[in-house]
């Protein structure tokens, strides 16, 4: 069993509606990060946190850590958010590292 | 600064050859990753920098790689004698005092 899952792996949804993308992980945490990723590779950093929620733009990010689950929202959704959403995390147990341990993403087409 | 790059985008190798990555991360973060991807997976960690010295790395990397940083600024990954299994992206990333992480465009690697 990995230790960030994702769900689901896969998301086609029409133009302007709500989306959330689920991330459950295993280990305790100092920290969540939400990416995105498209094709081609690059990968942006969308948020990272810690405690509570965090908003910016049409984006939503929540976590809960007693429940070690993080939700991405995304409001009015536009053809341009497709993209792969990846959930990674700080594992405490990473030493010094600091490493991130990734999800498997979720696949995200947003339809006109 | 423009952020994390990385050179090549895009390489084409026969197996067998050699191959050399280079990542620039952002100027003032101290702290360096690689990581590499594999279609349809999330991201892997490969090794860590803080500054010049290596202080992680992880199973993945086998005796034909070996990553470098000599001046604590830009690193980078070399694989000897590539096999097919080498294809993937390698993917940089650099990380600030406060944890955000932030990636490179990555370097796809097709090994024919």
């Known amino acids: 069993k990995n230790e960030v899952e994702q769900s689901p792996q896969n998301l086609t949804a029409q133009e302007g509606e709500f989306i959330t993308i689920n991330c459950s992980y295993s280990?305790?945490?100092?920290?969540l990060h939400w990416l995105q990723q498209h094709p081609g590779g690059g990968i942006v950093s969308l948020f990272m946190?810690?405690?509570g929620k965090k908003k910016h733009g049409r984006l939503i990010a929540t976590i809960n850590i007693q429940e070690k689950h993080s939700s991405l929202h995304i409001t009015a959704s536009h053809p341009r958010d497709s993209a792969v959403y990846i959930c990674?995390?700080?594992?405490?147990?990473?030493?010094?590292?600091?490493?991130?341990?990734f999800g498997t993403g979720t696949l995200l087409a947003v339809q006109p | 600064d423009t952020g994390v790059s990385q050179d090549p985008r895009h390489k084409i190798t026969k197996r067998g050859q050699n191959v050399t990555f280079r990542c620039d991360p952002i100027?003032?973060?101290?702290?360096l990753y690689w990581y590499r991807q594999t279609l349809g997976q999330g991201p892997e960690f490969l090794t860590y920098?803080?500054?010049?010295?290596?202080?992680?790395k992880s199973r993945l990397l086998s005796d034909r790689f070996s990553a470098e940083r000599p001046k604590g600024s830009f690193s980078t990954l070399e694989i000897q004698r590539t096999e097919q299994g080498d294809s993937a992206m390698y993917l940089c990333?650099?990380?600030?005092?406060?944890?955000?992480?932030?990636f490179g465009q990555g370097t796809r690697l097709t090994v024919v």
């Open positions: 920098f803080q500054n010049e010295a290596q202080l992680e």
């Open positions: 280990v305790g945490i100092s920290a």
């Open positions: 990333a650099s990380s600030s005092p406060t944890g955000a992480a932030f």
């Open positions: 990674a995390v700080r594992s405490l147990g990473g030493g010094a590292t600091n490493k991130l341990i």
């Open positions: 100027s003032e973060h101290n702290r």
């Open positions: 946190l810690s405690s």
